[in-house]
Structures are given as C-alpha cells and as structure tokens.
C-alpha cells in the first residue's frame, strides 16, 4: 500500500494525541495532576493540537475535502464514518474539561466527569481508527489479530511518553509515571516484533489461481491491460524492497523503542532539568521512529489486486 | 444508505467466458466510449499523448499463461466490477455515495457525495474501482445502468457496452438470481466460478474457465498429396516437357 505522509502523519499524531488526552482526562480529572495553568495549557494545547493537526491532515487526503461533513452519516457500517463521529464528539468533553482543569483550576465534580468523558471518547476513536484497518480483508496484514491492540498500545505508549516529558518540564514529574511510559514501550516493541513476525509468516489462501478462477497449475502474468501504472498500481501496489524493510525496521526499533527506553531509564538517575531534557528527548525520538512505523505499515502492507498483476 | 440491502429482486451480472476471449481489448475502449459520457462521465485521462499515460477504466484485460500438467495455454482475463453481494466497497463507504440498490444488485457511485477518500478501493479484493483525480470521485462500473434500461435503445441493444461489443460473445449479461435464466444455465452447464471465494464477497459476476485440453486436433492429420491425373492440351504437354 502507498504510504500516503498525510495518513502516516494522521496515525501517528492523532494516536499520540488520544493517548495524551486520555491520560491528561483520567489522571487530572482525579486530581494526579496538580491544576497548574501553565501546565494545562501546554498539556491540552499538545494533545488536542496533535488531534487537530492529524485529522486536518487526513481532510488533506480528501479528493473532495469540502464534502468531509457527510463522512459523518454512515456510522452504521463504516469505520471511518464511527471514527469521524467519535472525533468530533470527543471534542466536547475535552473542551469542556479544558476549561474546568486549566481556566477554572478544578479537578471535580463535573471536570472529572468531563475528564473521563473524554478519555473514553479518545479511546474509542483509537478503536475505530485501528478497525478501519483491521476491517480491510483484501489486506493479509492489517485484517490481523495484531492490528486493533496495535493502535490502542502505540496510542497509550506515545501519549505516556509525552505526558510524562511535559510533567518533567514542569518540574512534575514522578517515577510512577516514569516506570509506566517505560513499561509501554516495552510493551509497544514487544507487539511490533510479534506483528513483524507473524506477518512474515503469514500464509494466504489468495493467490493468482483463485484470483484468476484458473485453478490448477500456475498461473504468470504474462501482459498487463496497460503499459503505464495505472491509480490501483500506484495506490495498491506500492513495493518495498527487502533489504531497505529490515533496515527500516531496525531504525523503528532504534528510534521508537530502544532510544526513548534508555532515555526514560536514565531520567530515573537524572538530577530535574537533565530528566526532564532525557524525557523530553524520548518523546520526540519516539514520535520520529513511530513515524518510520507507520510508513513501514503502509508500505509492507500486500493488496490482493497485486496478483493481477503478478506481484 | 451504505448498509446492504437484505435481498435483491434481480442479480444483474455478467458471465466472462475464458474460454473464448480473445483479449482483442474491444470490450474495454467501447466500455470506455460509452462510460465516458454516461452515468460515471468523464473517465478521465490524464496525459494521454504523453509518457506518463493514466486514467480511468471500469475494464481491464490482463492475458496469463495457466501452465498445468496438460500442458500451457494462453488466457486472457478481463476484469471489471462483480458487483458483489457482499461488497464491502459499499459498507466502508463513510457517506452513502457507495450503494447497493435494492431492485438489481447493481453496485454503484454518487458521485456528488463522494469525498474521495478511496477507502472503497482500499476495500475491494478485485482493483475493480479507480480514482479519477481530476475529478476527485471514485469511479466504478455502472453495469450500464444508462443501457439496459434505456428506452431510446432498440431492446437488442440494452445490454452493457462491452457485452454488445464482443466479436466473440465471450461476454453475457442477465439476471444471474433466476435459476432459470439462459445465463444461469450458462454457469451451470460450464461450471462457472466466482474469483477469490475465500474473501467471501460473494461475487454475482461469473467466469467461465477454459473447456479441458483434448487430443483431437493430433489425431486428424492432412491428407498425403495425391499425383495429379495426366491433363491433355497445351498444359498437359508443359507437364510431360517438364517432367522429363
């Protein structure tokens, strides 16, 4: 699949987003965080700038983004339109938490509520946008098991990361927090190396025979309908080559996991302002090597038109 | 409304005969002719004269060779919309432009709701739907919706561009949820198949593969040349002169 920036940036930001607004919901909304102004703003100007950032950017993507507004009807079966739904109604409690937590300084009563409403609300956008990709069969390697815990994990891993080199720069910081962004991270590396192992294992019942209803023997492509690619080949048939996969893939690891891991141990031993410069180095090696995941995501990704063409 | 319908009146579909196909690619520039300014227009070209050739087509003919213990054959392959009856272009679709419709099965596009997100070719196993990126729609096969049912048409002719196109008749078009339709006893007497079941889209268009190899051409070879009886007149004596 053609790894669009605008779609590899959308995942990638809105998840840290969600991630963030999540945490920020749950942990402020119980009074974990103390309502600092400057604090606040900077924390939900980040998560909910992330969120903005990334779904303009998927408008972008748009043939016809002037029409966007109707994606919001067909949540009855689309995944994408549950996931412009839950988008978009996860604003109004995380406004309105926004206002109670950072302009008001409140932690209860009816911003905790809010608070809560709106972790939901990021969590179930997560979900759907995950089941968007998950839902896609004629795509051995997003119709997995992996997929939908896949975005929920990277969301919960990024936004701790972020939550806790925003805590760390405000001189807020805790080692619970700490030792909870670096357990995600593991926790994230531990998924993507299963993912990877699985989808290079992966067996599919669809090949050229069945695609062709020639059965029997083997089946070569041996003249395409035309002699330029056409939009299913620059769309669908995106290919990557092997070795650049497994180098990409280990910068993945590197920028992703291996980095931000070690950053995130060295803040436990670190004095305030070099924790908070090793949290806040770890959150934006992360977001770079989850960059390079979500391309990777993309580009491995096999669409059963390939076999058309004999790919 | 993107969610299926539970039951279609007609499956309207077409039943490709691999056997016979030809790959003269007829089916595909008058698919082209018609679509162009019908229902789905324009089917956009982008560079057409030039070295990056693109644009839109609802049908495609790809040629492959099916080598089998029998031994190799060439086949050609045209591929275009199924129209499933579980197609999941339609239920992906975020606004409604993707439908199903109730009376025939046809699968088709608004092209005014569409936003282009391109999810629904995302969606479908079979490339069956391309971007038109001058427009910014998808665009699929109409099944000539602006055909079949079009009275200004003599009633032979209502049938699909590329069915009415066929040197060969490779290509049939009918109710294929009527048992006893001609089409459908094509597909039983052939042993019609559907392409990727394992996807479950459950495809209604049907593909005929090709008949089994036989020996026959083998067994019936020319006759010997036989000597001439002798001619009188002029070319008789041209033949004696020469063949001494």
Known sequence: ?311 | MTCLPAHTDKKLGLVIDLDTCVGCQACVTACKEWNTGGHMAPLTDIDPYGGNVDGVWFNRVHSYEHMTEMGGRTVNFPRSCLHCETPACVTVCPTGASYKRASDGIVLVDEDKCIGCKLCSWACPYGAREFDTDVGVMKKCTLCVDRIYNDNLAEEDRVPACVAACPTSARHFGDLGDPASAISQLVAERGGVDLMPEMGYRPTNKYLPPRAHTNRAASVPAQALQPMRAEGGFLGWVDRMLSN
């Open chain 1, 1 to 311: 699949m053609h790894p669009a920036f605008s779609v590899v940036f959308f995942t990638t930001a809105t998840g840290a987003g969600y991630g963030l607004l999540a945490l920020l919901g749950v942990l402020a909304g119980q009074g974990f965080i103390p309502p600092d102004f400057w604090l606040g703003l900077t924390g939900m100007g980040l998560s909910l700038g992330l969120i903005s950032a990334g779904l303009l950017s998927s408008a972008g993507h748009l043939g016809r983004p002037e029409r966007a507004w109707r994606a919001f009807s067909q949540w009855r079966s689309s995944w994408l339109s549950r996931e412009g739904v839950a988008s978009v109604a996860t604003f109004v409690p995380a406004g309105l938490f926004g206002i109670g937590w950072v302009v008001l300084g409140r932690t209860s009563g009816w911003v905790a509520v809010a608070g809560l409403l709106a972790a939901i609300g990021a969590v179930a956008t997560v979900c759907t946008t995950g089941m968007i990709y998950a839902s896609l069969k004629p795509i051995a390697q997003w119709h997995s098991r992996f997929t939908l815990p896949g975005y929920l994990i990277f969301s919960a891993m990024t936004g701790s990361v972020l939550l806790n080199a925003l805590l760390q720069g405000f001189a807020a910081g805790s080692n619970m927090l700490l030792a909870a962004a670096l357990l995600l991270t593991a926790l994230g590396w531990g998924l993507k190396l299963a993912t990877w192992r699985y989808n290079d294992r992966l067996e599919i019942p669809t090949n050229a025979n069945t695609a062709t209803g020639l059965s029997g023997g083997t089946v070569r492509s041996m003249e395409w309908p035309h002699t330029e690619e056409n939009y299913l080949l620059k769309e669908m048939g995106f290919r990557i080559a092997r070795k650049h996969s497994a180098k990409l893939r280990l910068i993945t690891q590197a920028l992703a996991f291996a980095l931000p891991a070690l950053l995130l141990i060295a803040a436990f031993a670190l004095p305030w302002p070099f924790a908070a410069a090793s949290s806040i180095l770890s959150a934006i090696a992360q977001l770079a090597g989850m960059l390079v995941e979500r391309w990777l995501f993309f580009a491995e990704a096999k669409h059963t038109v390939t076999l058309y063409y004999g790919r």
